[in-house]
């Protein structure tokens, strides 16, 4: 914590200047160790002890300090640095013990009060630690600890002042409620997407036609303006639980009007309820819904973006789709372990083409997850999901990837699994790392079949109190033990990869107003080369929430 505090934590929110251990140690140790001559056996258990210290191996420091005591040294100095020690060790009943016999030394007094004040803060004991910071501080010996004592007091009662508010607005929010709640959040912005239509970057010769033409495909850019509205309605009825409706909006509009084809946008409306519950060492929230979902866009070819046509009649509306279905979460939160899983169940309804198969189907979902915090700033969390997609007239493959309308209509049924880890840097400052295998089986002969790595990052700042910086990014790699590119023998074994990231940088202007500066790069490589492109994404744009 201060110039004198050799244990102060990295965690800590009372932090400050502080010397080296080594230095300190070695003036204490000059000033007050002491003990005949021939005792040669304490000494260097006790010097191997600090060297251990040095080295932050604080279970092996503490047992070079008992073998110390064993072998008959007496000392404050020796009290003083395994209490030290414990309190590296996260053994704060030990650590007070400690230090509460290296102060009654007077060389030590001040010194060991001040760090059972932040072995006490540690602990969770703010009480106790203010009473040891304000006895540091009526001191006159030590005019540096003194300084660092008041800078404490100060900081730990603006923090219990902080935590005082906090817990009676909490309080207040679950014995006083408002009958109603209401939200409101509007994203606009302008940008440049320089892939308009996922083009493939290069040549490529059409083996999933007869001819097997060459295809010489061009990348058109343009300007978009990104769209999200949301609404959400809240009725307080129970002291635990809300009812709620929701509406949600969103788009990517392009301005120029050759660039049509490319615009889609999403309407989802939803209505369920929330209830959650909180006590001192656990919290409970479940959470369920109905949602109806209308999506949009133009099923165009992405060679030139042009509405996609058989025998010269339109299949534009393809991917057009309305979902609607309930879904339900459960989370159970204690101190440092939590679990919870999801379900969901949707039907999909595509627009109806008439000439080709529809994309018709059901989806199935179950997710379940448990995280377990092992410090204040790292934890790793397990997730495990199993979904389904069944189709209804979309006929599966054959093994040498034809697709006859006699077959039976496609399954795919998904196993994922995944490990996610964080770890806080600072209070402003986390990263994580994610890992997850995906292995999704055709139900009927098995062409479609894959196994997916995912391998992803995440990294956020908060560089100010009104700006944040956010990055993440993942790559993929698909193993297909039977599909081939384009369907076609000819053409080889289908094999897929791409890699994704992101940076966005939010900068707060007003309480519920952002300005947000968003960068996107996705590339997709595949011996399937119609789907082969790259795509990078620029945006900037005003965030209102209230």
């Known amino acids: 914590m201060g110039a004198w505090a050799i244990f102060a934590t990295p965690t800590s929110r009372l932090s400050g200047p502080r010397p080296g251990i080594a230095g300190l140690l070695a003036l204490v140790f000059w000033l007050l160790a002491a003990g005949p001559a021939g005792a040669m056996t304490a000494q260097e258990a006790f010097a191997d002890g600090n060297r251990l210290f040095r080295d932050d191996l604080y279970w092996a420091a503490l047992l070079r300090y008992r073998q110390a005591a064993d072998a008959g ?65 009526d001191q006159e010996e030590n005019p540096k600890i003194r300084r660092l004592a008041i800078e404490a007091i100060s900081r ?13 607005r909490a309080e207040r929010r679950q014995e006083e409620r408002r009958f109603t709640d209401f939200e409101f959040s509007a994203k606009i912005g302008f940008g440049n997407d320089d892939n308009v239509y996922r083009t493939p970057d290069q040549n490529y010769v059409d083996f999933s036609n007869p001819n097997q033409p060459l295809v010489t495909p061009e990348p058109v850019s343009g300007a978009y303006m990104p769209v999200d509205l949301g609404v959400k309605y809240w009725l307080n009825i129970l002291r635990f639980e809300s009812f709620f ?21 999403s309407h989802e409306l939803r209505f369920g309820n929330e209830f959650e519950r909180e006590t001192e060492t656990r919290k409970r929230r479940l959470h369920s819904a109905f949602t109806i979902a209308q999506h949009d866009e133009t099923y165009f070819d992405p060679d030139d973006g042009t509405p996609r ?6 299949i534009d509306d393809r991917l057009n789709y309305l979902r609607y279905g309930p879904q339900i979460a459960f989370r159970q939160t204690h101190d440092k ?36 915090r092992f410090t204040r700033t790292s934890l790793l969390r397990l997730n495990l999901r199993k979904s389904s997609r069944r189709y209804s007239n979309r006929p599966s493959f054959d093994l ?15 196993l994922e699994a995944g490990l996610l880890a964080r770890q806080r840097i600072t209070r402003r400052m986390w990263f994580g790392f994610e890992y997850r295998r995906t292995e999704r089986t055709d139900r009927y002969l098995g062409y479609n079949d894959y196994s997916r790595d995912h391998f992803g990052f995440e990294f956020s700042w908060l560089i100010a109190s009104r700006m944040r910086f956010e990055l993440d990014a993942n790559y993929r790699v698909y193993d297909f033990p039977n599909a081939y590119a384009f369907h076609n023998p000819a053409a080889g074994p289908k094999t897929l990869e791409s ?48």
Do not use: C
Not at 247 to 265: H, I, P, S, T
Not at 309 to 314: L, P, Y
């Open 499 to 546: 890699g994704y990231g992101r940076f966005r940088l939010d900068y707060k202007l007003t309480r519920t107003l952002s300005l947000v500066a968003n960068a996107e790069f996705r590339e997709l490589t595949s011996t399937d080369t119609r789907i082969a492109y790259e795509r990078n994404r620029y945006s900037l744009g005003i965030t209102w929430q209230q």
């Open 73 to 137: 040294m007496v000392s404050p100095l020796l009290d003083y640095n395994t209490g030290i020690a414990h309190y590296r060790a996260g053994q704060h009943i030990r650590a007070r013990a400690a230090l509460l016999d290296a102060a009654r030394a007077p060389e030590l007094r001040v010194l060991s009060q001040y760090n059972l004040g932040l072995n006490a803060y540690a602990a969770g004991n703010t009480e106790e630690a203010l009473d040891w910071f304000r006895q540091a501080r």
């Open 309 to 314: 046509a058989i025998n010269g009649e339109s």
């Open 337 to 372: 372990l939590s679990f919870g899983f999801a379900f969901k169940g949707q039907l999909w309804d595509y627009e109806d083409t008439g000439i080709v198969p529809e994309y018709d189907h059901e989806f199935f979902e179950a997710r379940s997850n448990a995280q377990y």
């Open 400 to 414: 040498d990837g034809n697709q006859f309308v006699t077959n039976p209509s496609v399954r795919y049924d998904y």
């Open 245 to 265: 409706t929701g509406y949600r909006l969103v788009g990517r509009l392009y301005q120029d009007k050759e660039l049509d084809n490319a615009n889609e946008y």
């Open 156 to 168: 730990l009662q603006k923090e219990r002042r902080a935590e005082d508010t906090l817990t009676q």
